[in-house]
């Protein structure tokens, strides 16, 4: 496998307090199966779709205070962990968790952006992150979802070093970031209209699927919950969605697009 870019988005995984109600879920709705869990990493979990490693799940550590929300976490890539973490903290973001090496896998550590929005950085080892990307049951995409979209722009570009272009509209304000090639990452403004004021900024996780209607239907008899959607759009038919155990992510089609490509400038 090719060496990861810095700043590519690299891995994902969820911390879910029922791990076998989570990968019950995720089994019916995107197809995933489980390897053992790590008992030596805390029962961290991989997720495979077709034998290919393309997410984690982990129960919460022993000891840690109250029921964690179980949220999706997106690692960014880097050669230097350390060196990333201090550029996090230069750009004005907090570390959750310093840089630590897990085992021979790697070395990762854990961050929010000065708006709210958690991630991770993962410096590959043996694991090199996804094994499967873009193909159904797979991750496809990310959006930073953020109250303060100047803050989270200039952070993750000084940060990760990305380009960034907007959508040429009036009406909406989203931004999307690349390192020269393909576009890595979305940003979208969370407004009081869409989201109360409770829910923090995020970043929602898309995974790939043959058919999005399918898969909110899988979602909702497995106890799931439809926040958006389905909505077509020129990348793919999508619907935003929570587990039962409230963790938000989202599936698109992006086979089934409707409209032209947005501008961009």
Request: proline fraction near 6%; glycine fraction near 10%.
């Amino acid at each position: 496998m090719a060496s990861r870019t810095h700043g590519e988005p690299v891995w994902t995984d969820a911390m879910f307090t029922d791990l076998e109600g989570a990968k019950s879920f995720y089994g019916d709705v995107l197809g995933w199966t489980f390897g053992e869990s790590a008992s030596e990493f805390g029962n961290y979990t991989q997720a495979y779709r077709n034998g290919k490693a393309v997410a984690a799940v982990v129960p919460p550590m022993p000891g840690q205070e109250g029921e964690p929300q179980s949220a999706w976490c997106l690692y960014f890539a880097s050669p230097d962990v350390a060196a990333t973490a201090e550029k996090i903290k230069d750009a004005g973001g907090t570390l959750l968790m310093e840089p630590m090496q897990v085992g021979d896998f790697g070395s990762m550590c854990l961050a929010q952006d000065p708006t709210g929005c958690v991630f991770g950085v993962w410096q590959a080892g043996t694991h090199e992150g996804f094994e499967a990307q873009g193909e159904a049951g797979t991750y496809v995409w990310a959006e930073v979802f953020t109250r303060e979209p100047a803050k989270a722009d200039a952070f993750y570009t000084a940060v990760f070093g990305y380009n960034s272009k907007k959508i040429k509209d009036d009406k909406i304000d989203y931004r999307v970031f690349d390192l020269g090639a393909d576009p890595l990452l979305g940003r979208m403004v969370m407004t009081a209209q869409d989201f109360p004021a409770e829910i923090p900024s995020y970043i929602q996780i898309y995974f790939a699927v043959d058919n999005c209607d399918k898969a909110i239907e899988a979602a909702l008899a497995a106890g799931g919950r439809k926040v958006f959607g389905p909505e077509d759009s020129p990348f793919g038919r999508f619907a935003a969605l929570l587990d039962p155990q409230g963790a938000a992510f989202a599936v698109i089609d992006t086979r089934t697009t409707v409209g032209e490509m947005p501008e961009m400038e």
